[in-house]
């Protein structure tokens, strides 16, 4: 299994795929099933059902998981830069 180099917190763009050329920060790793959550990007519609009676159900959006071979991380100045540049912290 390949490490993922991605983690909780950096800046990614996405290069293949619907949202391409959108950047956002990542808020997920999947390491195991090698996908990132990555926040505005690939954005779902879920249907929920009322709780209680009298009260309305609602559709809530929020971001779905994406492979990390689709994303590109990102310096703190919004350049591109490869795995092997990423700074060591």
Known sequence: MVKLLIKKGDMV???AGK?????????????????VVVEGVN?????LR???SGEKGQVVEFS???HASNVMLLDASGKKIRHD?????
């Open 43 to 47: 954005s779902s519609k879920r249907h």
């Open 13 to 15: 763009a996405v290069i």
């Open 85 to 89: 540049d990423r700074p060591k912290a």
């Open 50 to 52: 009322a709780r209680r």
């Open 19 to 35: 949202d391409k050329g959108k950047t956002g920060k990542v808020l997920q790793t999947f390491p195991k099933l090698n996908r």
């Open 64 to 66: 779905m998981p994406i």
